[in-house]
Antibody
Framework: EVQLVESGGGLVKPGGSLRLSCAAS????????MNWVRQAPGKGLEWVSS????????YYADSLRGRFTISKDNAKNSLFLQMNSLRAEDTAVYYC???????????????WGQGSLVTVSS | QSVLTQPPSVSGAPGQRVTISCTGS?????????VHWYQQVAGTAPKLLIF???NRPSGVPDRFSGSKSGTSASLAITGLQAEDEADYYC???????????FGGGTKVTVL
């Protein structure tokens, strides 16, 4: 059974940093691309970042590029999101998700974790 | 404001058919970028319903179907059931934004 378990969320002050982790199990992690998607309270889904199976290709939403960094450790079956210079508008549930090999026009996210809440507030 | 436009809400009685539209443009759906659909029941993570316009992952009932026409895609739910009450999102790639975009979401209410 595919399982994705996020951790690392919490309360952080504006300007602070946080690192999210996603522990994967139930599939061959090294052969799948991975993603982060967020959802602000009461709002819709927003794609954040994607990384290919071997970390060769990395993509970010334009609005986040430069502040967020995605990484993947295939030896530890783990996905990470380093978030710097956090703002109130980054407050959201952050979901880890899996995807097949990235072919941009066909790519989708098949399995999702339960999410980790990040709250940016003073 | 998403580049993929969905109606905020649709409703139907049990057993009825409802459709949800996802209207895009020449930089996403119209550029032959695939559309995928997700169901999110309140308080839970999104679940993949349809990928590649019309394909259902195993375990998804055939009451859910997807289609595409021009710069729009649609999700149809036939034989509406109480458990279908949820938010539904479309997803596609946008070549102008160089990233993946979700529609704003549609809340389905079973009357």
């Amino acid at each position: 059974e595919v399982q994705l378990v996020e951790s690392g969320g919490g309360l952080v002050k504006p300007g602070g940093s946080l690192r999210l982790s996603c522990a994967a199990s139930g599939f061959t992690f090294s052969t799948y691309s991975m993603n982060w998607v967020r959802q602000a309270p009461g709002k819709g889904l927003e794609w954040v970042s994607s990384i290919s199976s071997s970390s060769t290709y990395i993509y970010y939403a334009d609005s986040l590029r430069g502040r967020f960094t995605i990484s993947k450790d295939n030896a530890k079956n783990s996905l990470f999101l380093q978030m710097n210079s956090l703002r109130a508008e980054d407050t959201a549930v952050y979901y880890c998700s899996r995807g097949p090999d990235i072919v941009a026009t066909k790519y989708y996210f098949d399995y999702w974790g339960q999410g980790s809440l990040v709250t940016v507030s003073s | 404001q998403s580049v993929l436009t969905q109606p905020p809400s649709v409703s139907g009685a049990p057993g009825q058919r409802v459709t949800i539209s996802c209207t895009g443009s020449s930089s996403n759906i119209g550029a032959d970028c695939d559309v995928h659909w997700y169901q999110q029941v309140a308080g839970t993570a999104p679940k993949l319903l349809i990928f590649g316009y019309k394909n259902r992952p195993s375990g998804v009932p055939d009451r859910f179907s997807g289609s595409k026409s021009g710069t729009s895609a649609s999700l149809a739910i036939t034989g509406l059931q109480a458990e279908d009450e949820a938010d539904y999102y479309c997803l596609s790639y946008d070549s102008r934004l160089r990233g993946w975009v979700f529609g704003g979401g549609t809340k389905v209410t079973v009357l």
